[in-house]
């Protein structure tokens, strides 16, 4: 059988909005996931449009898409043209969850949530000639998941060819979230046995990782088996935590000692009232200065998420957000719109309210105002988003949050990371173009390592 398997890019893929470097990051992890639960005879090919040409001239039985929101009308556009061409096309992932009449339109087969239950029973309905038109995951584990077909992935075209996800989900449900309307039906937050996280870890090559979960944090005791598991590995690496995580006493000293450089940190506003209302609970009351300091402390940098557009954000938020970010030294940092995702409790209220502005899913990308906010004009939100990112990197603020670190070594590292991802575009553009990002890994690498340094910790 011969099956294609297609990451689409976000619909604006020719427009300014696309940044060769944030999409040549990772590898589709979750089609390499499905893939595995092919037969060995089958002839399969991954295509990932966000570093690639798409061949559309094949033809193949099976054509399998993930669609992401902003990559729908792309994703819908490849599945008529392979449908037209006799191949059966299957579509799953975020998106169709979230709207599946939306995507049936497009479709032979749809699936509903994560693949790992749903996809072997069609593939097994398929080769008898009997797939059916809905699938819906049930049954949420991950034992017994195939090695991921990392052989399928050109990995030389990513920066990070080694990302990898240890657990599916998150304990938490702020209502912006994309994560309750995916995992709805069944358990929305569970992981892979620490022995199996491990000989996943031990099958990936050279020193970082990236691990993609959500919350790896979010099991103390699956957390701090892996990281113990880990010591002496010689990892470097970068994953996602909360606020709440980081002050937990003793995961974090764990976590470094395993190889961990730098965190993702969701803060996403500095008022109370925001959190509230997105039921942010994990984060209210939580000293968010004192998780930086620990998160330092420890040699470990920090990228730091913030959310403009919530009901209680005025003109002043973003700032006071800049400042404050480069006064406490977080080292980079990624700032959103908020964006309410259909299927999510946010999209609920927003709609009730009337506050929605258009259906136009390409700019639902965390860059465009969709929705009418409480205490700003659309247009005075865009233009706070986009001055907040060019005052945050500016070198003078870069320079400042430097100052902020407490020797000379964590200094240096602050400007190399903030500056290597930010001030460094066109460089990082004129790599890709020649194939060559993963020759900068060792860059990442050394700058993770605080230039040959252990961490503090
Ligand atoms: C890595 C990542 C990226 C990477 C790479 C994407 C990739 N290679 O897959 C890059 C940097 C390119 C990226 C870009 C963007 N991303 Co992104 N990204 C992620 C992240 C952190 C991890 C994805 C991942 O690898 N998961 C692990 C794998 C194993 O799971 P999976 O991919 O979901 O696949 C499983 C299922 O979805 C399902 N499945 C998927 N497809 C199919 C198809 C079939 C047929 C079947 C049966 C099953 C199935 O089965 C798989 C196994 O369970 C997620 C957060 C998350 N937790 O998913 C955000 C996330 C997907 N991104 C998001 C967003 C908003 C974006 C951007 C718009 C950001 C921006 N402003 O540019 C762009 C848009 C990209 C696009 N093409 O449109 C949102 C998506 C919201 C939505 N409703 O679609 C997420 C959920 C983050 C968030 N919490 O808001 N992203
Ligand atoms: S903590 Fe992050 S991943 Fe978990 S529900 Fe909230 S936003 Fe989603």
């Avoid at 090559?205 to 598991?229: E, K």
Wanted: a neutral charge; hydrophobic letters at 40%; glycine letters at 8%.
């Amino acid at each position: 059988m011969k099956v294609k398997m297609i990451l689409p890019a976000l619909t604006e893929a020719k427009s300014p909005y696309f940044r060769p470097i944030k999409y040549s990051l990772f590898p589709p992890l979750g089609l390499a996931t499905l893939a595995g639960y092919l037969h060995a005879d089958d002839e399969v090919t991954i295509q990932d449009e966000h570093v690639e040409e798409l061949n559309l001239t094949d033809e193949p039985d099976l054509v399998v898409i993930q669609v992401y929101i902003t990559s729908a009308r792309r994703a819908y556009a490849l599945a008529d043209h392979y449908r037209a061409k006799g191949a059966h096309v299957a579509l799953g992932g975020l998106h169709v969850t979230s709207l599946p009449e939306e995507a049936a339109r497009h479709a032979d087969s749809i699936f509903l949530g994560p693949g790992e239950d749903i996809w072997p029973q069609f593939l097994e309905d398929f080769r008898r000639g009997e797939p059916r038109p809905l699938y819906r995951s049930q049954v949420r584990t991950l034992a017994g998941l195939p090695p991921i077909r990392r052989d399928l992935l050109k990995q030389y075209l990513y920066l990070v060819p080694n990302s990898i996800v240890v657990s599916r989900g998150c304990p938490h449900k702020c209502d912006f979230c994309y994560k309750e309307a995916f995992f709805e039906g069944g358990k929305g937050f569970y992981t892979q046995s620490i022995d199996m996280a491990l000989a996943e870890i031990e099958r990936l090559p050279g020193r970082h990782l990236y691990f993609l979960d959500d919350h790896l944090f979010g099991n103390a005791s699956f957390a701090a088996g892996l990281f113990d598991g880990m010591i002496g590995m010689g990892r470097l690496w970068q994953a996602a935590g909360t606020v709440q995580s980081i002050l937990r006493p003793g995961l974090l000293e764990k976590a470094v000692d395993s190889g961990l450089r730098s965190l993702f940190v969701g803060f996403e506003t500095l008022n109370a009232n925001n959190l509230r209302a997105q039921q942010k609970y994990q984060n209210l009351n939580k000293d968010y200065a004192a998780a930086i300091q620990r998160l330092h402390d420890n040699g470990v940098m920090i990228n730091g998420s913030f959310v403009f557009g919530m009901d209680e954000d005025d003109e002043n938020v973003f700032a006071r957000t800049v400042d404050w970010a480069v006064q406490h030294g977080i080292e980079t940092a990624t700032f959103h719109i908020l964006t309410p995702y259909p299927g999510t409790l946010l999209y609920k209220r927003m709609a009730q309210q009337g506050r929605i502005l258009h259906t136009n899913w390409d700019q639902y990308d965390t860059r465009h105002v969709v929705f009418q906010p409480a205490k700003l004009t659309p247009e005075a939100l865009d233009a706070g988003y986009w001055r907040a990112y060019k005052e945050f990197y500016q070198w003078r603020n870069i320079l400042r949050g430097a100052s902020a670190k407490s020797n000379l070594k964590g200094a240096l590292r602050h400007v190399a990371y903030a500056g290597g991802w930010k001030k460094f575009e066109p460089l990082w553009d004129w790599v890709i173009r020649l194939r060559q990002v993963n020759a900068a890994l060792p860059v990442l690498e050394s700058i993770l390592g605080g230039f040959g340094e252990q961490a503090a910790h």
